[in-house]
């Protein structure tokens, strides 16, 4: 059973950075590929992007690209997100999840779908105020 706990959410103004932190315990953590979703209000929890077991390959979704960065440092037990350029509409509730066949079959397919994850966080807030 793996246990992950996110950090770092809050409230910044636009055009701000923030750098999101999930700790996980419990587990392999260089087995599994580690993916963040978001969920704004009223919106469907959607993918922000992943990261492969070694941290050599990442994806992202478009609406991120450019802005977002994944990166994770196996010895620490961790995963990071750091966010620039930050907007409005990524006012949301952040989660980090862990998955351990995507994390032996790096698959875009797999990576996009969030019911692939076997693990998730609790979520951290990130409100980016105009």
């Known amino acids: 059973q793996v246990q992950l706990v996110e950090s770092g959410g809050g409230l910044v103004q636009a055009g701000g950075s923030l750098r999101l932190s999930c700790a996980a315990s419990?587990?392999?953590?260089?087995?599994?590929?580690m993916g963040w979703f978001r969920q704004g209000p009223g919106k469907e929890r959607e993918l922000v992007g992943a990261?492969?077991?070694?941290?050599?390959?990442?994806y992202y979704e478009d609406s991120v690209k450019g802005r977002f960065t994944i990166s994770r440092d196996n010895r620490k037990n961790t995963v990071y997100l750091q966010m620039n350029s930050l907007k409005p509409e990524d006012t949301a509730v952040y989660y980090c999840?862990?998955?351990?066949?995507?994390?032996?079959?790096?698959?875009?397919?797999?990576?996009?779908?969030?019911?692939?994850?076997?693990?998730w966080g609790q979520g951290t807030q990130v409100t980016v105020s105009s």
């Open positions: 999840a862990a998955d351990l066949r995507i994390g032996y079959r790096w698959s875009v397919t797999l990576i996009r779908n969030g019911h692939e994850y076997d693990y």
């Open positions: 419990g587990g392999t953590f260089d087995d599994y590929a």
């Open positions: 990261i492969s077991r070694s941290g050599g390959s990442t």
